[in-house]
């Protein structure tokens, strides 16, 4: 079981709201308090029974005119992964990815508990896609399962017998237990813990299939898009950002939830427009939840865009984003976080298990007061050279917070003598 700091956990009831400024396609009215039965997402529109008419090869199209990218967190266009499964031989898997690790993070927790049937609707529709006779709902927390559970048996009052084809598989949750080889891993009866790469799972991944992995919200604004169309998505967001994304807004602000937001909008926008506005003294965030790293308070500025975070070395991630309040002072936010690294490894990769430990050692040190300017110049090499050393993204997360801190902050550090 993930034991989470206190910092950042959101905290927060899983409360949510759209953009004002949009049409919501996620959180509707009527799933904001509980969630959307069968009959009134066939009222939205957004849900189809029985096999889905679209010609493969046209729902591909479709999502790659969409833009349509992965919001588990490494963003990687969906229509390039979904191709790269088709394409395997033999039998496929499709699993959709509700485990949710990060801590900061709450929006697969009310898509699943709120939204059940479109996430469903999209498992059914990449399967149908993909090639896959076995579709997966793997899941840790206890209210999502019996969400899912409660939809399928909805599905299977209503005749739909296509709820017979899907399985819920739960896991203990732990950070790494969402990584997709772990997913593999455990489907295949094994420990939910990474294992090295290639193979990934397109090549190999449940029981040695060719697998698709993908995240809950990306199902969901799938099954979206094969309702309403690439042009239609595109209507919110931007030409290179297309669509609207979930958010987990949380920390130093006044109504920490989950919110549906227009890609592009920037970091201090959407703190204002729907987190109720950001308490005195913020002098920064937590970008794309724990994994991202510190990003100070003149990014407030930046765009909620793929391209545009990452030119400044960060990402969205999961779309958890943390203000860090007058409390939360740089060095501790990092010695609390690299902790939890360090305890959160799966103790598989010698530069991992060592990686976390150096970077939490010296954050305390540095937050006791007792670091030195050597100490700075270390978590900066580190952030360098430990990211993709390890079997998963999980180093590169701690070497995130590393390099982001001495980037962002470095007047919290000691200066050189
Ligand atoms: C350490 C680690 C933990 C992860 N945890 C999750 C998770 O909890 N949920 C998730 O959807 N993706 C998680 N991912 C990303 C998955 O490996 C995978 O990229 C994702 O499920 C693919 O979905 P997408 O293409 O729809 O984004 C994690 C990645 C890493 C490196």
């Not at 206190?6 to 953009?19: E, F, Q, V």
């Amino acid at each position: 079981m993930t034991t989470a700091p206190t910092l950042a956990r959101t905290g927060a009831a899983l409360s949510a709201a759209a953009h004002p400024a949009i049409t919501p396609r996620l959180v509707v009215p009527g799933s904001t308090d509980t969630p959307l039965g069968l009959a009134a997402e066939r009222d939205l529109g957004t849900y189809l029974p029985g096999p889905h008419g679209a010609d493969p090869t046209v729902l591909l199209d479709t999502l790659e005119a969409a833009g349509l990218r992965g919001r588990g967190g490494a963003a990687f266009p969906a229509h390039l992964k979904w191709r790269g499964v088709a394409a395997g031989q033999g039998p496929r898997v499709a699993v959709a990815n509700g485990e949710e690790g990060e801590p900061a993070s709450a929006k697969d927790r009310w898509l699943l508990t709120h939204r059940p049937h479109l996430v469903l609707d999209g498992l059914l529709l990449a399967a149908r896609t993909v090639g896959a006779d076995r579709a997966i709902v793997y899941l840790s927390h206890p209210d999502t399962v019996q969400a899912v559970r409660a939809a399928l048996d909805e599905l299977t009052a209503d005749g739909d017998d296509r709820a017979a084809d899907v399985e819920i598989r739960t896991v203990e949750p732990t950070y790494v237990a969402g990584e997709e080889s772990a997913v593999c891993r455990f489907l295949s009866g094994g420990p939910a813990l990474p294992t090295a790469k290639p193979p990934r799972p397109h090549e190999s991944g449940v029981d040695g299939r060719p697998t698709l992995v993908s995240n809950v919200e990306t199902l969901a604004h799938a099954a979206w898009i094969a309702r309403h169309g690439a042009a239609a998505y595109r209507a919110e967001g931007t030409d290179a950002s297309p669509g609207t994304t979930l958010v987990t807004l949380s920390g130093a602000c006044a109504e920490p939830g989950v919110y549906e937001v227009p890609l592009g909008r920037t970091v201090g926008q959407l703190f204002d427009e729907v987190g109720g506005g950001l308490a005195d003294g913020v002098h920064g965030v937590l970008m794309g939840g724990w994994f991202g790293g510190m990003l100070r308070r003149d990014h407030l500025a930046t765009g909620c865009c793929y391209d545009t975070l990452r030119a400044v070395g960060s990402g969205l991630g999961c779309g958890a984003i943390t203000a860090l309040g007058t409390d939360d002072t740089p060095l501790r936010v990092a010695a609390e976080l690299s902790a939890w690294y360090a305890r959160e490894s799966a103790a598989q990769c010698g530069v991992c298990v060592n990686g976390t430990k150096a970077i939490r050692d010296t954050f305390a040190r540095l937050a006791d007061g007792a670091g030195t300017a050597d100490d700075r110049d270390r978590l900066a090499r580190w952030g360098q050279s430990l990211p993709r050393r390890g079997a998963c993204a999980f180093l590169d997360g701690a070497a995130t917070l590393a390099r982001s801190a001495v980037a962002e902050y470095p007047e919290a550090f000691p200066a050189s003598p």
